[in-house]
């Protein structure tokens, strides 16, 4: 997935004519202006079979996420990557409801137990997933989670080993029954270490981009 947080609107259209089909944002309103913006750039891209632009874009919201901001977000967000308290998922599915829809999203895990990130403690995990799991207009699609940006290697593999670990646990248990499927973990900075745990998703900006992206789901 592409993040683009600090990209500009022509690199974007860049990464979507290289055939780049799943873009995230950190923001709701820039994930709103921007899924307008370039989903009718690449909606007349594709359908006039110009080579290389995926058939469908898909918009990710990877950043925080605040329950009033829920409503103004939805009819444009494909998945959504921090969910991580039962307030929020009932807030989602109150207002996906309304709009006829049924939301994809990942449950944030804290697995680096760094204060300041958001995400539920790892013991609290499965517990709140079979609850979400329940709600009717919410599909979970699996789990996410982020790294120290100055761990070690083992560090981050074992971060990283520990979302997996609680994804095989709720598999085993049957939660999300088979929609669960996605590992969102990694970024620029980690990927390769994401990708030998086990992830289906990397959140990569500054290899794509430039430095001044940004992959934080925060």
Excluded at 62 to 75: A, E, F, H, I, T
Excluded at 94 to 108: H, R, Y
Excluded at 190 to 213: C, K, N, P, Q, Y
Aim: aromatic share 4%; charged share 25%; hydrophobic share 40%.
């Amino acid at each position: 997935m592409a993040v683009t947080k600090y990209a500009a609107p022509e690199q974007i259209r860049e990464a979507l004519a290289l055939g780049v089909g799943d873009v995230g944002e950190n923001r709701v309103q820039q994930l709103v202006q921007r899924a307008a913006q370039l989903g009718e750039f690449h909606q007349r891209r594709a359908a006039a079979g110009e080579d290389g632009y995926a058939s469908k874009l898909n918009w990710h919201m990877v950043g925080r996420l605040q329950r009033s901001n829920v409503k103004q977000l939805l009819p444009h967000c494909d998945l959504i990557h921090s969910v991580d308290s039962l307030r929020l998922a009932e807030e989602i599915d109150a207002q996906a409801e309304k709009i006829g829809k049924v939301q994809n999203i990942l449950l944030q895990v804290n697995c680096s137990e760094e204060d300041q990130k958001g995400g539920v403690a790892v013991g609290a995990a499965v517990p709140l997933a079979e609850s979400i799991a329940s709600i009717p207009h919410v599909r979970l699609l699996g789990l996410m989670t982020m790294a120290k940006l100055d761990a070690s290697a083992d560090e981050t593999r074992t971060t990283f080993r520990r979302l997996r670990e609680i994804f095989e646990e709720m598999k085993f248990e049957g939660i999300a029954g088979d929609n669960l499927r996605h590992l969102s973990m990694g970024m620029s900075n980690d990927l390769e270490h994401a990708i030998a745990e086990g992830s289906t998703m990397v959140r990569v900006g500054s290899d794509i981009f430039g430095s001044d992206s940004e992959e934080n789901a925060e």
